[in-house]
Structure formats: C-alpha cells, structure tokens
C-alpha cells in the first residue's frame, strides 16, 4: 500500500467515526427532550391531581363557584397552592417548575382545571410568550382526546386576584401556578 492510500483510508475513518458521533448526539438529544417533556406532562397530572383533591376537600367554602368555577382572591390561591405542596409532599412551600427551561405551570379556573406547561415571556413574570402559543402550537401540544379542555384556541391569562365574582366568566381564563 502506498503512503496517499493510507491516509485517504485514515481520513474515511475519520469522517465515518465523526458521523457516527453526530448522529448519536442527535438521538441522544432528542431522547432526552423527550424524556424532559414527558417528565413534565406527568408532573402537570399530578398537579391536577392535587388540585382536584384540595376542591373535594373544601365543599361548601368560597373556594369555587359557578359549577366549580374557582374564585381566584389571594386566599384562594394559597389555599390550592399550600394543598398542591402537601398533596405532591414537597420539601420547599414552591409549587414545581418545569424542567424546560422557560416554561411555567399554568392551571385552568374551570372545572376539571387542567395544568398544562406553556412558555412565559420573561423569568419571573407569569405572562405567556404569544409568539410561541399559537393555535397551532395548542392544537399539537395538547390534543382533544387526552386534554378535553383545552381547545385550539389561547387561553386567557388572569394576570390578577378576583375582588368582585364575575356573572359571566370566560370558559377558558388560566393562571400561573408558579409565580
């Protein structure tokens, strides 16, 4: 064998070797992602879960109105905060947050008061990144049949406590759980 046949063999090797690593990063990569998504849909179960409990627990307070439609105060929300801790027996009195990064739990104020996982616009601030959470994004992200729900409209954020019980309040109002 010549000198130029060795190294073009050696320059194939290197080129198939740096292959093969690229590709497994990639299917690690996207293992993981999936492992963190689904880390967090089943942490948003629990949520939920926790969240129903604390609504069978507290029949006939002033928790919820309007067909189980929660009455967001300041009270109200430390009260599910505070159940949603002891339910999931946490260590620290803060309700988890996502493991993707720039994501908070967000819970529906409506019966059967989903959690689901969205992006926020900036950190410490509950307001939903309205560039990402589109239609299309709600469409595919929770679908009809395991989240029954949502619909493939956005919902609307509450930013604030209620102070004066809504007659008509919007089916689909949400709020942060982790601010």
Request: proline share 4%; charged share 30%; hydrophobic share 40%.
């Amino acid at each position: 064998m010549t000198r130029e046949k060795l190294d073009r063999g050696k320059k194939v090797h290197m080129f198939t070797l740096l292959l093969v690593v690229a590709v497994a990063w990639i299917v690690i990569q996207k293992y993981y992602n999936k492992v963190i998504t689904e880390g967090d849909r089943l942490e948003a179960k629990r949520i939920k879960q926790a969240v129903e409990i604390v609504i069978a627990k507290t029949v006939g307070s002033d928790l919820t109105y309007d067909n189980g439609r929660i009455y967001w105060t300041r009270e109200n929300a430390m009260i599910i905060k505070q159940g949603i801790v002891n339910y999931l027996a946490l260590d620290e009195m803060v309700i988890p947050i996502p493991r993707e990064k720039g994501y908070y739990y967000y819970m529906y104020l409506a019966s059967p008061y989903t959690v689901v996982k969205l992006p926020y616009k900036t950190k410490n601030d509950p307001q939903i990144d309205l560039d990402i959470v589109t239609q299309e994004y709600i469409a595919k992200s929770y679908p009809k049949k395991e989240y029954a729900q949502v619909d493939d409209k956005v919902p609307k954020f509450r930013e604030g406590y209620e102070f004066v019980r809504e007659l008509c309040p919007a089916k689909d109002m949400i709020v942060c759980l982790n601010i």
